[in-house]
T-cell receptor, first 114, second 114 residues
Framework: AQSVTQLGSHVSVSEGALVLLRCNYS??????LFWYVQYPNQGLQLLLK??????LVKGINGFEAEFKKSETSFHLTKPSAHMSDAAEYFCAVSWGTSYDKVIFGPGTSLSVIP | DARVTQTPRHKVTEMGQEVTMRCQPI?????VFWYRQTMMQGLELLAY????????DSGMPKDRFSAEMPDATLATLKIQPSEPRDSAVYFC????????????FGPGTRLTVT
């Protein structure tokens, strides 16, 4: 069965430090991979996605993620954390061109320390 | 700036009462999703529509929950009768149905059942 795991339910970084949020998936077919961000009292919004092609994808707000098939991973990074990055981050996966359902991971809460 | 709208944004009701939540998907989107978010369970998919037809409602308690799309501009989620364990934030999301899995979330309805 397909699933998504996120290592660390809570991550704290200092302002200006590297942000690394981990995501691993299990899938029997090539996946589409996503990172969504949720700010307090808001819905989720798409940060970036991987479907096919280049394995390093860039998203909004300086975030990027790399699809590593051999490691079944799609970790999210940002070189320098900003206070405004504090939010909940969800990794998600879907499959195939006719399949709209998305499986979301449990989420990682990111805190940024001044 | 097209966005998904949800009403009401907040709802407080007593146990046993009927609750109806409404969602207006982005014009032109043909997939609609209902999610429930709680601290304990995270983000759960309740129901999924494509072209107004329900494709998957396996995540929804059938005895008290129902979801419909009377037309392409309105999706509803109804709980009857409501129970305290239904207290959560309910999100609606819509998508283009191209199979790439990208979803656009509304701001959510925060439901409190006392």
């Amino acid at each position: 069965a397909q699933s998504v795991t996120q290592l660390g339910s809570h991550v704290s970084v200092s302002e200006g430090a590297l942000v690394l949020l981990r995501c691993n998936y299990s899938s029997s077919v090539p996946p589409y991979l996503f990172w969504y961000v949720q700010y307090p009292n808001q819905g989720l919004q798409l940060l970036l996605k991987y479907t096919t092609g280049a394995t390093l994808v860039k998203g909004i707000n300086g975030f990027e993620a790399e699809f590593k098939k051999s490691e079944t991973s799609f970790h999210l990074t940002k070189p320098s954390a900003h206070m405004s990055d504090a939010a909940e981050y969800f990794c998600a996966v879907s499959w195939g061109t006719s399949y709209d359902k998305v499986i979301f991971g449990p989420g990682t809460s990111l805190s940024v320390i001044p | 700036d097209a966005r998904v709208t949800q009403t009401p944004r907040h709802k407080v009701t007593e146990m046993g009462q009927e609750v109806t939540m409404r969602c207006q998907p982005i014009l032109g989107h043909n997939t609609v999703f209902w999610y429930r978010q709680t601290m304990m369970q995270g983000l759960e998919l309740l129901a999924y529509f494509r072209n107004r037809a329900p494709l998957d409602d396996s995540g929804m308690p059938k005895d008290r929950f129902s979801a419909e799309m009377p037309d392409a501009t309105l999706a509803t989620l109804k709980i009857q009768p409501s129970e305290p364990r239904d207290s959560a934030v309910y999100f609606c999301a819509s998508g283009r149905g191209t199979g790439a899995g990208e979803q656009y979330f509304g701001p959510g309805t925060r439901l409190t059942v006392t």
